[in-house]
């Protein structure tokens, strides 16, 4: 498929990035010269060959269910840029009609 | 004091416990070295001269009560992707500026029983994405060798460090080459473990399936003593591996006899140095003369694994990246709406290389290009790690070159990301298949620039591996620590 300006601005809107004009244009022309680099894996037959998620096979890990010390509310909201008491404060997500 | 450039971490443990220096004194000549040669080399985002002093004290402290152990009071640079509590970790973005994480990595805390000295943090490629530094959003870290050129990336910043000997060791990481290329160009040891060897837990995620944590160092031996304390199982990363450790100092020294040498015929590519060529053929003559043989190989699926890995490993970072919105840690720029103060932040936050990178991996991931792309790669990475398997049955390691050509100049390939991408071309196909690597110097090009060989094991062997490094390092006799930072 032949990438326009449409598509990278589609594909920044679903990875959450709002891109500068100039670097829509970049991006429309870098990416359609690594699609077509990457287009060659067609190339190759892989009918019936399984995909690799991880080079080194395991099984779920699981472990028992106890209480272990971990870093807390305070320590997980020490780095936020907006707290309230115990909770990470964001801008609204839901508009409530008044 | 700087004789100690030239000295292994064992024998400068020697000395310390011999109480010829102290770890204040070691740490001390370190610090001095980087407010004299930093400057230039642009190796570290952060000196935490603080922490180095307390922790050196405090190992004295220990050595003083009869304390002993293979790293006590050594000074180490950290690649600035690994969690420390207390210590401002940004993975070189604008996005983490000012993180101070909460707790401390497995190999953090594996260095801190050691009881080691932080002396600092080292620059790299933001979020480890690039291979020169130049995506760092601080500084572009020199190679020690020629100033004028990067030092490779993304660990650049630790490859500098040691190569110019701001550092005793340091800690990296490598998703598709990020401690070997810059090793290698930098004239350092640098490891990438078998995956699974060294716990993951702590480092902030590029590409979970590739991405592995290894020393670079200046010599073989001390890439040892630091593999000995980092690597092992850990419960807290689910991908690490239950296999006890073997002392990896026990291979150093061992004869190579017998041992079988792959050599594939696709990793003498056109475009290539002629001085990489030569040093790496001047290599293999060393492994026959100490009685190892030579074996051809092929890795047929080689072509492919630039465009393999560029799917896989952008879109893993476009769904371990969607954790920076402006909510938890680091920057938020605010906006209309939730979605326009995430768009916002990530605007502002991530540099060019991160968003290019983002919007590939977000692409190939989405509804409808999935298959031809994202799976499509999963089935070559399967073929590519079947070459190796194949490889394998006739020879004990594999010895390539470690890049193509020796170090490039700033601002050379930075604007092209495809040829970028592939100056990489022999270190990925290792972490598609989950490999154990090497980079060793091996020689100079006709500018005086390092050139690294790479040696690559069956999983779990990197003792092998070190063998026969030390083995390349002890014949070449390669010059380490540029005279220029001799002083």
Request: one cysteine or more; hydrophobic letters at 35%; proline letters at 5%.
């Amino acid at each position: 498929m032949k990438i326009t300006k449409d598509v990278v601005e589609y594909v920044a809107h679903l990875g959450r990035l709002e891109l500068e004009p100039d670097e829509v244009e970049l991006y429309t022309t870098q990416l359609g010269r690594i699609l077509d680099y990457v287009d060659a894996l067609n190339k190759l037959d892989t009918e019936g060959i399984e995909p690799t998620s991880h080079a080194v096979p395991f099984d779920s890990v699981m472990r028992e269910d106890e209480v272990r010390d971990s870093i807390g509310i305070d320590g997980s909201l020490r780095n936020a840029p907006e707290r309230k008491e115990t909770f990470f404060k964001v801008p609204p997500i839901i508009e409530v009609e008044e | 004091m700087e004789r100690i450039l030239d000295m292994t971490i064992q024998e400068v443990r020697g000395l310390l416990r011999e109480k010829e220096i102290s770890s204040v004194e070691l740490t001390g000549f370190y610090l001095e070295r980087i407010k004299k040669h930093d400057g230039s080399l642009l190796a570290y985002l952060r000196v935490t001269e603080e922490e180095a002093l307390e922790m050196a004290r405090n190992a004295d402290l220990r050595m003083g009560q009869g304390e002993d152990g293979p790293l006590l009071g050594i000074p180490f640079g950290i690649k600035d992707i690994f969690c420390t509590k207390g210590i401002e970790t940004t993975c070189a973005s604008r996005i983490l500026e000012g993180f101070i994480p909460p707790y401390d990595a497995t190999v953090i805390k594996k260095l801190k029983n050691c009881s080691f000295v932080h002396l600092g943090r080292l620059n790299m490629d933001e979020f480890a994405m690039g291979s020169s530094t130049e995506n760092s959003a601080f500084q572009t870290t020199k190679n020690p060798w020629d100033l004028s050129r990067i030092p490779g990336g993304s660990s650049g910043g630790s490859a500098s460090a040691v190569a110019g000997g701001l550092c005793a060791a340091a800690l990296g990481t490598d998703t598709g080459g990020s401690i070997r290329q810059p090793a290698g160009l930098c004239g350092a040891v640098g490891m990438k473990p078998t995956y699974g060897r060294v716990s993951r837990y702590g480092l902030i995620a590029f590409a979970s399936s590739l991405d592995q944590i290894g020393p670079l160092t200046r010599n073989v031996s001390d890439c040892a003593v630091v593999m000995n304390a980092i690597a092992g199982y850990d419960p807290m990363d689910s991908t690490s591996i239950p296999q006890p450790v073997p002392d990896y100092t026990e291979f150093l020294g061992r004869d190579i006899k017998g041992m079988k040498i792959g050599i594939p015929r696709e990793y003498f590519i056109e475009g290539m140095d002629e001085d990489v060529k030569k040093a790496v053929k001047e290599s293999l003559a060393v492994f026959e003369h100490q009685g190892a043989s030579l074996v051809d190989i092929s890795l047929p699926h080689t072509e492919y694994a630039v465009a393999t890995y560029y799917v896989i490993c952008t879109a893993e970072a476009s769904s371990n990246l969607a954790r920076y919105d402006g909510v938890k840690y680091g920057l938020r720029v605010d906006g209309k709406d939730i979605i326009d103060m995430y768009k916002k932040t990530r605007l502002k936050g991530f540099g060019k290389e991160v968003k290019r990178r983002i919007i590939l991996g977000t692409y190939v991931l989405s509804s409808g290009y999935y298959d031809a792309y994202y799976r499509k790669a999963g089935k070559v990475r399967t073929l590519m790690r079947r070459d190796f398997d194949e490889a394998f049955k006739v020879c004990d390691i594999i010895a390539t070159a470690v890049s193509p050509t020796t170090a490039f100049k700033a601002g050379e390939k930075v604007d092209d990301p495809l040829t970028m991408y592939l100056s990489d071309i022999f270190t990925i196909p290792v972490n598609l298949a989950g490999l154990p690597a090497l980079s060793v110097p091996c020689g100079f090009d006709g500018n005086g620039l390092p050139i690294g060989l790479q040696i690559i094991g069956r999983p779990l062997d990197e003792g092998r591996i070190m063998q026969a490094a030390y083995v390349i390092e002890k014949e070449r006799a390669v010059k380490k620590i540029p005279d220029t930072l001799r002083s």
